[in-house]
């Protein structure tokens, strides 16, 4: 059983004000080909199909056209929504669907979505688990879960699975140890980590959350990472689509195909006079998503739209020289992903008044904090 590991699509995204959904077409288009080329046995997507729970028409558009190839083709889908989705809306017209081999997650009440496959092998079976949050844990079991980690653990313990058929867990989580990157939502402290060993039951755990294509713990739980580049922080990586192969019971080989997108990432780095000069940017696509970083010592007036005339996708202008190295930059903010919301919220409230928070306004803020957590 061959199948395609799709995540974080995030259709209808905006990357500093830039609408990337001709760029998604594009690379969608290009894993079509892929799905076709590799006589693939189902796509999934592990989650943030959109990026806004309300996603706009356009967007829609791109994925019903994504799904309704995918369908003409007899290729199945097996999807579940991210934190960036609206599961409701994800969920819509699910069991309609069905019957043309899309399978989308419902909204988590307890129960997970199966799916089940055959080969030569025997069975396979696919659990589509979306993304939960610790409040809708307790709500449906009324057991205690305080964390991410207690309401996965709790989640995934309720999912039956057949230790002599291959199971695979399509899910929306981060997992303790991977590596994020400038693109992703970051809960402060590291709230949302979840321990890989709670997915020790199956043969491939299909990830999504994570932007950069990584392996966890062991290489059968993996984030494919996103299609396409979201931050200048993902420069350096190059995206693709991770092909598994399910053999008989304890056989798993993954793979990956590069992707190759419409307008690439980069960055671009001199002086004006430098970054103008017809042989610094003859043969390569000025077309592509820059971040040009000047090093002239004083600005370049309406520096932006100059360069825009070469670069008409320049995204953003920096300037590394005296002034800028020289610049303060507020130190409380290091290493927020080791540091409570509490934590944060003092060091914020310090810099800001010259002076610690008293015991009634750390018990207030907390009670505050929990509130909003629950919801």
Known sequence: MKLIHLSDLHIGKRVNEFSMLEDQRYILKQILAI???????????????????????????????????????????FAVSGNHDSPERVAFGARLMRGQGVYLSPVYDGNVAEIFLEDEYGEVVVHL????????????????????????????????????????????????????????????????????????????VA?????????????????????LKYSFSEIGQEKSVTVVELGEKGQVEIRTVPLRPLRDMRRIRGTY?????????????????IQAVLTDEEDVPDGLQK??????????????????????????????????????????????NNQPFSEKQKDFVEQLIQKIQER
């Open 35 to 77: 799905t076709e080329q590799e006589q693939a046995g189902g796509v999934v997507i592990a989650g943030d199909i959109y990026d806004k729970p309300v996603p706009p028409a356009e967007a829609v558009q791109v994925f019903d056209g994504f799904l309704t190839r995918l369908a003409e083709r007899g290729v199945p889908v």
């Open 129 to 204: 688990l979306p993304f939960v949050k610790p409040a809708a844990v307790r709500h449906i079991f009324e057991e205690e879960a305080g964390s991410y980690q207690e309401a996965v653990e709790i989640a995934v313990g309720h999912i039956q699975t057949d230790p002599d058929k291959r199971n695979v867990l399509v899910a929306h989580q981060f997992v303790t140890g991977a590596s994020r990157c400038g693109s992703e939502e970051i809960l402060v402290g590291g709230l949302d980590n979840v321990d890989v060993s709670v997915f020790r039951r199956f043969d491939y």
């Open 207 to 227: 990830l999504g959350h994570i932007h950069s294509p990584q392996h966890v713990g062991r290489e059968t739980v993996r984030y494919c990472g996103t299609p």
């Open 273 to 289: 006079l430098e970054l103008t000069a017809l042989p610094f940017y003859e043969g390569t696509n000025t077309e592509d998503y």
């Open 307 to 352: 360069l825009r005339v070469i670069y008409p996708n320049l995204m953003r202008l920096e300037y590394d020289n005296q002034r800028t190295r020289e610049s303060q930059e507020i130190s409380g903010a290091g290493k927020v992903e080791q540091k409570s919301e509490l934590e944060l919220f003092e060091e914020f409230y310090e810099l800001q």
